[in-house]
């Protein structure tokens, strides 16, 4: 009874009937998202967001006012403001990745310094987003200015305590019909989470609880080096049958093959690589996936034994710089991407391993804008002092979004009119060519890192950590969300004269392997393969150049088999 009388009074009333129209104007836009506009299924959901949300949204006041009784009308204010907030939130999440809060996005803002914060904010924080947040906001100040106190039911105290009851008995029962089918989902390992996370508090809560406790960084940052120092002891004997002068890794950024001239594109955007793939100093893999949709999640598979069969945690598995360095090589990390506190993220730590550590960012007070030909003479000097094996990673900052910020301004060649896509408008296009223009510079930076190794046995490695979607999946532009476009990515060997005078035999393998279906939490093996090493966790069966590399491995990504989206029509 103390809670329906607090209850039923302005403002609380009005929060509640304010906070309750913003989720279910969420989820009626997040069914109509996820379900291609289909009518049909937004009616079907109406009645089932409105019975929930509205169920959820008064279990949750009751908590609170059990929970912070004194302090039940400021409880429920930030309640309210935090309802405001991540609803705008989701909105917007659902208007740019087709997605709402989850662990994924969690571990992306995590890892996002203020620099690329401030770059997302540019590109997506829009008039329509702006509009969204003043019509939310609108919408809650009128509803608060209603006087609810006037809208009593009766004065008189039998009728209003009949009122009680009713209400008290249908809030007890669909609580206890909520429960049991929750109850059931949950013993039969159905998803239970749908349905309370149209509570978008809730959502927050419960995404932030699946981040704690799964396979991420946050959760073994603390012990990462003990971690790396006993992965590193149990592989101390191994050895390398092949010792390569030079191996290059260069990690790309946001490259989808697609929009390369050697993969097919229509614009000459990879000349560099084209005359290099002419005189068969490159091979490009045609059906290579990463194996994640955004940075932090594919280079903790992508630089270590780490794979989604392994029961291991990431970073229980020896990690490619400790690989090479118990194998002899010098190793190097050079990166145009950011190096704050070097434990910031998977690269940072696996980084912090390498005899060299050259970063051209510390801290969010270096600007993004800083283009990747920086790197070139710190590559150049590392190289001149290099000993007589020596294994590079090159990270650069490729197509990061803003991609018109990746490239210096002879390299604006292409412009919208050279895009023209017709499905994209005039914005768009320039976004695209904005893009392709880094491609192209991308071309010119590889081309240059391989001249500073060329006239050595070289053997460069290029994959990007990611692709992007670039408006071709649900009018998404970055990366983050599960979509064959985001997966699909370049991964090249580049060989120097003297690699393929001395290593036909591996060359050749190479090449034979090129169109085989390939995902990069398995690059480490191929690299093992190469230097006729076996780390513990090494499998014969995950190497491109074995005879018994398993084509019909199931490249699983978000627990989503790549197979069964690889065929996604673009611009649907």
């Not at 405001?84 to 939130?89: D, I």
């Not at 206890?176 to 509570?199: P, R, V």
């Not at 950011?338 to 940072?348: L, R, S, W, Y």
């Amino acid at each position: 009874m103390k809670f329906y009388e607090a209850f039923k009074n302005r403002p609380i009333l009005n929060l509640f009937i304010a906070t309750f129209i913003l989720m279910f104007a969420l989820n009626v836009f997040k069914t109509y998202s996820f379900y291609n506009h289909v009518a049909s299924k937004i009616y079907q959901d109406i009645f089932k967001n409105f019975y929930i949300v509205g169920l959820l949204n008064i279990f949750m006041f009751h908590i609170i006012f059990l929970v912070f009784r004194r302090f039940f009308k400021t409880a429920i204010y930030i309640y309210s403001i935090l309802i405001f907030l991540l609803c705008s939130t989701d909105f917007l999440l659902i208007k740019e990745f087709s997605a709402t809060i989850n662990p994924i996005i969690i571990d992306a803002i995590i890892n996002t310094n203020f620099n690329e914060a401030d770059e997302f904010i540019q590109v997506f924080f829009d008039i329509k987003f702006f509009m969204t947040i003043f019509v939310f906001a609108l919408i809650s100040i009128l509803v608060l200015c209603i006087n609810t106190n006037k809208c009593r039911c009766s004065k008189n105290k039998s009728r209003s305590n009949k009122v009680y009851h009713v209400l008290l008995t249908l809030y007890i029962l669909a609580i206890i019909a909520f429960s049991i089918d929750m109850t059931s989902k949950i013993l039969k390992d159905k998803d239970y989470k749908e349905k309370l996370s149209k509570n978008t508090l809730i959502e927050f809560i419960l995404a932030n609880l699946d981040y704690v406790s799964s396979d991420n960084y946050i959760s073994a940052l603390k012990n990462i080096d003990k971690h790396y120092e006993s992965t590193t002891k149990k592989n101390s004997n191994i050895t390398a049958k092949t010792k390569i002068k030079n191996i290059i890794m260069i990690i790309g950024e946001s490259l989808q093959r697609d929009y390369m001239q050697i993969y097919g594109y229509k614009l000459a955007d990879t000349p560099n690589m084209q005359k290099l793939l002419e005189t068969n100093h490159l091979i490009k893999f045609s059906d290579t996936i990463s194996s994640g949709t955004y940075t932090n999640a594919s280079l903790q598979r992508m630089l270590n034994f780490s794979n989604y069969e392994s029961t291991l945690p990431w970073y229980d598995s020896l990690n490619i710089i400790d690989m090479f360095k118990i194998l002899g090589y010098k190793t190097s990390w050079i990166s145009n991407q950011e190096g704050f506190n070097k434990t910031q993220n998977i690269a940072n730590s696996v980084s912090k391993r390498a005899d060299n550590v050259i970063y051209l960012k510390y801290g969010d007070k270096d600007s993004l804008e800083q283009v990747d030909e920086k790197l070139l003479p710190y590559i150049s000097k590392v190289a001149k002092n290099s000993s007589e094996y020596n294994f590079y990673i090159i990270h650069l900052m490729g197509s990061h979004v803003r991609y018109d910020r990746r490239y210096p301004k002879e390299f604006i060649k292409f412009k919208q009119n050279d895009i023209n896509i017709t499905k994209l408008n005039e914005k768009q296009n320039a976004q695209i060519a904005d893009y392709v223009n880094s491609v192209l510079y991308n071309d010119y930076i590889i081309n240059e890192i391989y001249n500073i190794f060329k006239d050595y046995e070289s053997l460069i490695v290029y994959a990007s950590d990611h692709g992007e979607t670039l408006y071709r999946h649900k009018d998404i532009l970055e990366h983050g969300v599960l979509n064959r476009f985001t997966l699909e990515i370049p991964l090249i060997f580049i060989g120097s004269d003297k690699f393929i005078a001395n290593y036909p035999e591996i060359w050749k393998r190479l090449q034979k392997a090129k169109d085989d279906p390939f995902m990069t939490d398995d690059i480490i093996h191929t690299l093992s393969d190469i230097v006729g090493a076996k780390p513990l966790e090494f499998d014969e069966k995950r190497s491109l150049i074995s005879d018994k590399f398993n084509i019909h491995r199931k490249r699983i990504v978000q627990d989503v088999d790549y197979d069964s989206i690889k065929r996604q029509i673009e611009y649907q």
